[in-house]
Nanobody
Framework: QLQLVESGGGLVQPGESLRLSCAVS????????IGWFRQAPGKEREGVSC????????LYADSVKGRFTISRNNTKNTVYLQMNSLKPEDTAVYYC????????????????????WGQGTQVTVSS
């Protein structure tokens, strides 16, 4: 059974950085597209970023483009989300999700495209 475990969240000040990790177990991470999503209180879940077969397939929400970078290390069965220049509006619970990679090797930022989900990690950006 595929399992996803997020880590790396925490409390930081505006302008600081965090790196989230999504550890995949049960199956090779290389076989899965991975998406990062976030949900703040009272708001809908947002697709932040995703990666397909390679890092070149990465997609980003406009709200994080240029600040966040997604990458995968298939040797470690882990996908990372490097978050720089964090803002208070980035505060949310961040989830990673996985779905088998399609023939296109691409990914989607739509939550409906993912079957398996982690339990989330809290990111709080506040001064």
């Amino acid at each position: 059974q595929l399992q996803l475990v997020e880590s790396g969240g925490g409390l930081v000040q505006p302008g600081e950085s965090l790196r989230l990790s999504c550890a995949v177990s049960g199956f090779p991470a290389a076989d899965y597209a991975i998406g990062w999503f976030r949900q703040a209180p009272g708001k809908e879940r947002e697709g932040v970023s995703c990666v397909g077969r390679t890092d070149r397939s990465a997609l980003y929400a406009d709200s994080v483009k240029g600040r966040f970078t997604i990458s995968r290390n298939n040797t470690k069965n882990t996908v990372y989300l490097q978050m720089n220049s964090l803002k208070p509006e980035d505060t949310a619970v961040y989830y990673c999700a996985a779905d088998p990679i399609t023939l296109s090797g691409m990914c989607t930022r739509h939550s409906g495209g993912y079957r398996d989900w982690g339990q989330g990690t809290q990111v709080t950006v506040s001064s």
